[in-house]
């Protein structure tokens, strides 16, 4: 792609060069979210009652914001999988 011609949008699907790729592998990305977020309401809600709701709370932002800081910054499937995968557990 021409990234000099003045109406070029670079986005994440261009940066990761997902464009001719089959789907399955684009798709991942929110299938690791969903079923770690399902996974995680199991998990965090026994951790929020023995641990605290404002801690737990507090400390998975914290975790979720390193995460996303990560997606923002690496350009790398795996690297944004892992990040899914870490979104979707916080």
């Known amino acids: 792609m021409d990234g000099t011609y003045a109406n070029y ?3 994440w ?11 399955s592998k684009y798709m991942a990305l929110g299938s690791v979210f969903f ?5 995680s ?3 965090f809600g026994r951790v929020a009652e023995s641990m605290g709701r404002k801690r737990t709370v507090f400390t ?3 975790i979720s914001s390193a995460a996303q800081l ?3 910054f690496f350009p790398n ?3 944004r999988i892992a990040c899914f995968l ?3 557990l916080s």
């Not at 699907?13 to 789907?23: A, E």
């Not at 079923?35 to 996974?39: F, K, M, Q, S």
Request: contains cysteine.
């Open 9 to 11: 949008f670079d986005n």
């Open 13 to 23: 699907f261009n940066q990761m060069d997902l464009v001719c790729v089959p789907p």
């Open 35 to 39: 079923i770690c977020t399902g996974v």
């Open 41 to 43: 309401g199991i998990l």
């Open 60 to 62: 998975l932002q914290t």
């Open 70 to 72: 990560l997606i923002l």
């Open 77 to 79: 499937y795996w690297v």
């Open 86 to 88: 870490v979104l979707g």
